[in-house]
């Protein structure tokens, strides 16, 4: 059975940072493309940042371009979302997310792509 369990989230001041964590179990991850979404009060989620399986392709958004960085490391079966310099529109529940992916085209860290979700952790981002 596929689990992933996030956790790193937490109240922070703007300007702060944080990283969270994806701890996959069930599967074999050097097979899986794994990704960060984030869902705030009364939006849709919201693809953040992706890793291929491989890792040599990542995708970020354009909010978080420069300020957050995904990284993977498959043998402790973990994910990671280093995000610095926080700032209020990043307060969100912060989901990690895995899938099998046979290419990757062009639209890859799609939240429909992913069918393996973690229960989300919670990021707080104000003075």
């Known amino acids: 059975q596929l689990q992933l369990v996030e956790s790193g989230g937490g109240l922070v001041q703007p300007g702060s940072s944080l990283r969270l964590s994806c701890a996959l179990s069930?599967?074999?991850?050097?097979?899986?493309?794994i990704g960060w979404f984030r869902q705030a009060p009364g939006k849709e989620r919201e693809g953040v940042s992706c890793?291929?399986?491989?890792?040599?392709?990542?995708y970020y958004s354009d909010s978080v371009k420069g300020r957050f960085t995904i990284s993977r490391d498959d043998a402790k079966s973990t994910a990671y979302l280093q995000m610095n310099s926080l700032k209020p529109e990043d307060t969100a529940v912060y989901y990690c997310?895995?899938?099998?992916?046979?290419?990757?085209?062009?639209?890859?860290?799609?939240?429909?792509?992913?069918?393996?979700w973690g229960q989300g952790t919670q990021v707080t981002v104000s003075s």
């Open positions: 890793i291929s399986n491989s890792g040599e392709l990542t």
């Open positions: 997310a895995a899938t099998y992916l046979s290419e990757y085209g062009s639209n890859w860290c799609y939240r429909r792509n992913f069918g393996s």
């Open positions: 069930g599967f074999t991850l050097n097979y899986y493309a």
